[in-house]
Nanobody, 110 residues
Framework: QVQLVESGGGLVQPGGSLRLSCEAS????????MGWYRQAPGNQRELVAL??????TYPDSVKGRFTISRDNAKNMMYLEMNSLKPEDTAVYYC?????WGQGTQVTVSS
């Protein structure tokens, strides 16, 4: 059974950077991609970044600022977030197929 644990969230000023990590345990399915999603209060959960064998995908809202990467040898996935904005404030979740992590809070505020 796959389990995902996020870390690296916190409070950062606008324009700052954070690096989120997702540690996976159990057997990952190579045919499935992995992704980062976020959910702000009152909003639906939305895709932030996706990584598959074909490459990476980002919505326009984070393109050029966020970078997703994956280390298969360590069963780790990362999200490098730069030039953070207050509207990036949300709980960020790691995802693999039907499995979700517990989330990590990112707050962008001065």
């Amino acid at each position: 059974q796959v389990q995902l644990v996020e870390s690296g969230g916190g409070l950062v000023q606008p324009g700052g950077s954070l690096r989120l990590s997702c540690e996976a345990s159990g057997r990952l399915f190579s045919s499935y991609g992995m992704g980062w999603y976020r959910q702000a209060p009152g909003n639906q959960r939305e895709l932030v970044a996706l990584i598959t064998s074909r490459g990476t995908t980002y919505p326009d809202s984070v393109k050029g600022r966020f970078t997703i990467s994956r280390d298969n040898a360590k069963n780790m996935m990362y999200l490098e977030m730069n030039s953070l904005k207050p509207e990036d404030t949300a709980v960020y979740y790691c995802n693999h197929g039907a499995v979700w992590g517990q989330g990590t809070q990112v707050t962008v505020s001065s």
